[in-house]
């Protein structure tokens, strides 16, 4: 902890006033005792982790005028510290308890203007003497004093509330700081920077910080009885709460009672023991390496997280009841963690237990729901009368809810082991995601942390990369996700999977098996985030200056893949991430070099320079880099060429291996000639339909199921669409309401009601079951679904219900959709009902639209009630005169669909597309 000495200000009449704050590790401000962000009252853990420290550090500038402005006295600034990520960047920084000062630091700088002209500064300085430059003002440090004695973000915080005082951060500190030793608070001292950040390249954080979006109750709690201890003594009591979902936060405990030293420990799990979540107690080695406790380890396996919280209590939980009733209760809960979980378990001694009047059972608990606080940009809903309807609304909610669970500072893979920026991850959600979420400058944010660390890691030389590069010709299990090439040396451009860069453990003298470091470059499918996140953010949200930001790294990154490509590329580590279909054995950090073994992994990473390219090319055109459209687009063609050429099996009309994510991505990029595309989509189906197909045995985890989509990440965000788009939406329809494990269904439907990190259900350690990967498809397909075309972007309303069969299964769908560009996006709606009869849409088009709306397809009713000769009729019934012509509301196609209707005016459109007998 730190705080500033007093300081006043110079008179009441202040206009503005701004703290402007960086550091490594997080912090946490205040003035006066009262938190400095008043625009976000619930933030923790600013400036967050989304930066390449060596390339940049982020600063957040607070609005503190409300806490200033009309008092003349005396102010302190306090500061708490921890580590967040910086523990996990590099060897310097290892630790977690209070008394390691390393990587944590602040830097702050207050400016305060008055009405008559004048400036006041106060900063952050470690000069002894009261100097103009500090504003007058030193600072002093405490690990002594610091309650949090420590602090780690995979396994938790221990808080002594036995040393806490209350008022250290007020002017009154100098009556604390005399209660406490004379060593408690020393001189502030320099920050060594051991880590060599770039302290002096500042970048203001314009993103919304990471906060407590929600308190939420348990649903139900119980206590564990003594014989379903697993061999504890019944001295342990323990007490469950299940929060009814999964969630990425902390819980909050408050006590009244408690003798001073009484612990409190809080363990956090996805899952319980006991299948109904009734009377078992929780068990959270499931994230713990090889059932190892790792809770008091400096250095520590990457997936190795106890999400374990402890709480001494000390003299202000033991308050005596007074003569108006009884006293506060003492509340606490972590401020430099957060955790991954549906419930937590209470635990405490039995002798400790009896000094809180009521027991373990009085003691209040309720759950901090902790992610950045972006805002919605859009929802869909189906009609819950149907089965069908309530997965699919089962299936929305759990995908939000697993994607908010993912997003601090960055996009991450999950709230619990690992909680990293794994970059194919983001890429495979990121059209989801910004259908479901306003995440323009969270993206426009990483995808400079992106570029920062193309920079600064572009050889094996370079000293301020924290990346080790691989071993060239081999894969040893510690070189996690090497590639087997050594590229000629020529590492421009690439990039590592993880963005930013926390490698899993420095090198571990105890345990030399967990010394694993990061790999450079990464896997092509991972690095091709870097060109198809900043297309779909430009295509949701028109941001050219984002595009040109984030357009040298993706060209960087596609002549990379040039240079290393023949001119296919042929490397890569991670495959199909999770696939049911994937290669036997399992091809991953066992081989050096791709071959038809593993035709899998060869079209997986062709496919991603395809898709990087075809992104890069598209993103030229929008920020106006005509002869780069126009050499990406010719190189793209080229690609094309050669990945039919060298994957299509003539003999059997399909790309070889039989796999489905080999069929569905070159569909999807528009790969395959029009003249094979019957035969690859014919294949496909069959694939995913057929009980004697490939992946449809017991130990590929289709347990016979069918249809069974059994591609891993990268097939199976496009899995959907193709099949929709190539005359199969019965099918993708199927897939999509399917509860049959494997399926999106039975993940929402089984506990904890996130979506999982593999199809088949988690088991010990290795996947977690909040994970939003596997959902990047699903959640944008729900959207098509309800009726808001893929083709829709800033500029492009486009309005396509799905197929007559399918929209009558759905019954009715509600969706909303931010349209527009930058500031000006605003919300448009579509609401649609269908009977047998008719089929009723209402249209919102919101007036600072300026876009086009265009309504692609319509499907008629059925008619099936009417007896003889029917004609399904397109009407307008909208309030205000004719929208469009006659002659568009008549246009069909083959199977009556009313298409191609453009609308000319904003606010309400009301169509009856209604049956007239003949």
């Not at 600063?59 to 921890?82: E, I, K, M, S």
């Not at 649903?219 to 342990?236: C, D, I, M, Q, Y």
């Not at 009417?866 to 929208?883: I, K, Q």
Request: net charge negative; hydrophobic share 40%; charged share 15%.
């Amino acid at each position: 902890m730190l705080r500033s000495s007093p300081f006043s200000t110079w008179n009441s009449t202040m206009v503005s006033a701004s703290l402007l704050a960086s550091g490594v590790g997080c912090f946490s401000l205040t003035i006066n005792g009262v938190s400095v962000d008043t625009a976000y009252p619930t933030s923790r853990m600013d400036p967050g982790f989304s930066t390449a420290p060596r390339a940049r550090l982020l600063y957040r500038a607070y609005d503190v005028l409300p806490l200033l402005n009309g008092t003349v006295g005396q102010f302190v600034v306090g500061v708490r510290l921890g580590f967040c990520k910086y523990g996990f960047l590099y060897n310097e920084c290892e630790g977690a308890h209070a008394t390691h000062a390393k990587c944590r630091a602040v830097s702050l700088q207050l400016q305060m203007a008055y009405a008559d002209g004048s400036n006041e500064t106060v900063w952050t300085n470690t000069n002894r003497d009261v100097d103009d430059k500090s504003g007058g003002v030193t600072w002093t440090a405490t690990t002594v004093a610091n309650p949090t004695r420590y602090t780690h973000l995979y396994h938790g915080e221990i808080f002594d509330a036995r040393i806490e005082q209350p008022g250290w951060d007020t002017p009154a500190a100098a009556a604390v700081e005399a209660a406490q030793t004379a060593t408690a608070w020393q001189p502030a001292t320099a920050y060594p920077n051991p880590e060599r950040s770039r302290l002096d390249v500042l970048s203001l954080h314009k993103f919304p910080p990471i906060g407590v979006a929600a308190v939420v109750a348990p649903v139900k709690s119980w206590t564990v009885p003594a014989n379903a201890s697993r061999g504890n003594t019944s001295a342990l009591l323990r007490r469950v709460f299940d929060f009814g979902n999964n969630y990425a936060g902390v819980t909050e405990v408050a006590v009244r009672g408690g003798a001073p030293g009484v612990v409190l420990t809080m363990r956090h799990t996805e899952i319980a023991d006991d299948s109904e979540g009734r009377a078992g107690p929780v068990n959270n080695t499931f994230y713990i390496e090889n059932g190892k406790n790792c809770f008091d380890h400096v250095l520590v396996d990457g997936n190795c997280a106890n999400q374990t919280d402890r709480l001494v209590l000390g003299a202000r939980a033991g308050l005596a009841e007074t003569a108006v009733g009884d006293p506060p209760p003492y509340v606490w809960s972590p401020l430099f963690t957060y955790h991954g979980f549906r419930y937590m378990q209470l635990e405490m001694s039995a002798g400790d237990a009896a000094t809180i009047p009521g027991g373990i059972e009085s003691i209040g608990v309720k759950l901090h729901h902790v992610h950045t606080l972006v805002e919605s940009a859009g929802n869909v809903e189906f009609d819950s009368s149907s089965a069908d309807g309530r997965t699919l609304n089962k299936i929305q909610r759990g995908y939000l809810q697993t994607q908010r669970n993912n997003l601090h500072s960055i996009p991450t893979d999950c709230p619990t082991r690992e909680k990293r920026g794994w970059m194919a991850d983001a890429a495979v959600t990121s059209a989801s995601a910004l259908l479901n979420f306003r995440l323009a400058s969270l993206y426009t944010n990483y995808l400079r942390t992106v570029a920062d660390t193309q920079v600064i890691a572009t050889s094996c030389s370079n000293p301020d990369s924290p990346y080790a590069c691989c071993n060239p010709r081999t894969n040893v299990t510690n070189d996690w996700g090497c590639t087997g090439s050594d590229f000629a040396g020529n590492l421009t451009g690439a990039l590592p999977t993880v963005v930013p860069q926390s490698r899993f453990t420095a090198f571990n003298p105890q345990y030399p098996s967990l010394s694993q470091q990061p790999a450079w470059p990464g896997d092509p499918i991972w690095m091709a985030a870097a060109a198809i996140l900043p297309l779909e953010n430009y295509r949701r949200t028109g941001n050219v200056a984002a595009a040109k930001a984030a357009y040298p790294a993706a060209k960087a990154l596609v002549d990379f893949y040039a240079r290393h490509g023949n001119p296919l590329i042929n490397f890569g580590a991670e495959n199909d991430w999770l696939a049911i279909e994937a290669c036997r054995p399992f091809a991953r950090r066992k081989w050096a070099l791709p071959g038809p073994t593993c035709l899998l992994a060869n079209i997986s990473f062709a496919s991603a320079q395809v898709a990087a390219t075809d992104a890069v090319a598209r993103l030229a055109e929008a920020v106006g880099a005509d002869a780069d459209a126009h050499r990406y687009t010719a190189l793209l063609d080229v690609l094309k060429q050669t990945f039919h050429h060298d994957f299509f099996d003539n003999r059997t009309g399909a790309y070889a291996g039989g796999y489905q994510t080999v069929q569905i991505l070159p569909l999807y990029f528009n790969v395959t000639p029009p003249v094979e595309t019957a035969s690859v989509v014919a294949a496909l189906v069959k694939s995913l339909t057929d009980p004697a197909g490939p992946v449809h045995d017991v130990e590929h985890g289709c347990n016979g199921t069918t249809p069974c989509l059994a591609s891993g990440f990268w097939g199976t965000r496009y899995a959907l669409q193709v099949l929709a788009q190539y005359g199969h939406a019965n099918l993708s329809f199927a897939l999509a309401t399917k509860t049959a494990a494997p399926s999106w269904g039975a993940m929402v439907n089984s506990k904890p009601g996130t979506l999982w990190e593999s199809w088949v259900p988690p088991t010990g350690g290795a996947q977690s079951r909040d994970h939003p990967a596997f959902g990047g498809g699903i959640a944008a397909y729900l959207y098509v679904l309800a009726g808001i075309a893929d083709a829709t972007d800033h500029s492009h309303l486009v309005i396509a219900l799905p197929q007559r069969v399918v929209a009558a299964a759905i019954g009715w769908a509600k969706v909303a959709v931010d349209v527009g560009k930058d500031a000006a996006r605003t919300k448009a709606s579509l609401q649609w009902r269908m009977t047998d009869e008719e089929l009723n849409v209402e249209i919102y088009v919101p007036v600072g639209f300026t876009g086009e709306t265009f309504i692609a397809s319509l499907p008629p009713p059925l008619c099936s009630s009417f007896h003889g000769e029917h004609a399904p009729v397109l009407s307008d019934e909208s309030d205000g005169g004719t929208l469009f012509s006659r002659q568009d509301l008549s246009r069909r196609d083959g199977e009556g669909n009313a298409i191609g209707i453009s609308l000319y005016t904003t606010g309400i459109t009301r169509l009856r597309f209604g049956c007239v007998a003949g």
